[in-house]
């Protein structure tokens, strides 16, 4: 009898473990070089959705960089630049005001999300502790990719990777049901966010 229990609990117990895990490849293009030494995560929300709730939580919008100051200033870079020119000192005085503005709204911009994200942790561990699931993660490794292991269900792989005028930004769904499963990371699935 005592055998039996003990056979009946370690079926249960090795039915509750899970080989599974989540394979994540890393690569600017699709068959390209590979990005590596990125951390990557598996949570079980959508962090995206945190966020938002918090943002809408907040008496003020969060200050955005109107889209015809950005096209200037992108018009005025790609503009030659001719030393003496009278043009070209014009456009570099615009540049230098168009800057100071761009500046000033990014600075009040991340003073905003400082405000308004600062819950956000506690925000995330209460949200873990209601679906009594963790976060783990895992870095990229020479080729790009990251191993995660995972119990069946529904989560999220988040990832941010620089580039020198751009942050991509990952937040996938991903859905677990005992075998592995493998999420391509590009440029292409990414979102874009410009530094100006």
């Known amino acids: 009898m005592k055998r039996a229990l003990l056979f009946l609990a370690v ?19 699709e068959g390209g070089e590979p990005i590596v030494d990125m951390p990557v995560y598996l949570l079980p929300y959508d962090r995206k959705a945190l966020m938002d709730s918090l943002a ?3 008496e003020e919008p969060e200050p955005t960089i109107p889209a015809d100051l950005v096209q200037q200033l992108e018009r005025l870079n790609a503009a030659p630049v001719v030393p003496g020119d009278s043009a070209s000192r014009a456009n570099v005085a615009l540049r230098t005001v168009l800057r100071a503005r761009i500046d000033s709204i990014r600075a009040a911009r991340s003073k905003w999300r400082q405000r308004v994200f600062a819950p956000f942790d506690s925000v995330a561990r209460n949200k873990e502790s209601e679906l009594a699931e963790t976060a783990a993660s895992d870095t990229t490794d020479a080729r790009g990719h990251a191993a995660i292991p995972a119990d069946e269900g529904r989560f999220w792989i ?35 966010q410009q530094f100006f």
């Open 11 to 29: 079926c249960v117990t090795a039915a509750g473990c899970s080989d599974s895990k989540v394979v994540v490849r890393a690569a600017l293009a």
């Open 56 to 58: 809408r939580a907040s």
């Open 158 to 192: 988040y990832a941010t990777y620089v580039l020198p005028e751009t942050t991509l930004e990952w937040n996938l769904p991903v859905s677990v049901r005992g075998d592995s499963v493998v999420v391509n990371l590009s440029r292409r699935n990414a979102k874009e």
